[in-house]
């Protein structure tokens, strides 16, 4: 007979960094792993700032983890949930919710021709 109050197995899928790539198993999140989205994020972090995100994350982990236990055979894969169809302006019709470009930028660090200039990440 199965304990119902025993823990339910259930698979996560997270990113590379967060798994052994022989077997895809749940591990603890480390400070290095902090450090390295860190680094990914141009973040310097404090000693107290990289705990603080390590519980957070670990947190969120969990939290995701959690969602496995819902059941979702039924139900429909779905890539929005806003049911909106057309959502654009007909030709010709004038956008007044846009923001204008000028004031998008305005407090870009880096900008040319108007638009924003990252670096390259790939």
């Known amino acids: 007979m199965v304990d119902p109050t025993s823990p339910k197995p259930c698979v996560v899928l997270l990113p590379s960094f967060l798994y052994n790539s ?45 969602l496995n236990e819902l059941k979702t055979e039924n139900l429909d894969p779905t890539s929005q949930t806003t049911n909106l169809l057309n959502v654009g302006f007909e030709d010709g019709e004038k956008n007044s919710r846009n923001l204008p470009q000028e004031i998008a930028t305005a407090n870009s660090k880096k900008k040319k021709s108007g638009y924003f200039v990252v670096e390259r990440i790939m």
Request: without cysteine.
């Open 22 to 66: 022989h077997m895809i198993k749940k591990k603890v999140l480390e400070r290095k792993d902090i450090l390295h989205l860190a680094k990914l994020s141009k973040l310097q972090l404090t000693d107290k700032e990289i705990e603080k995100y390590l519980k957070q994350l670990e947190e969120t982990v969990e939290y995701v983890d959690n």
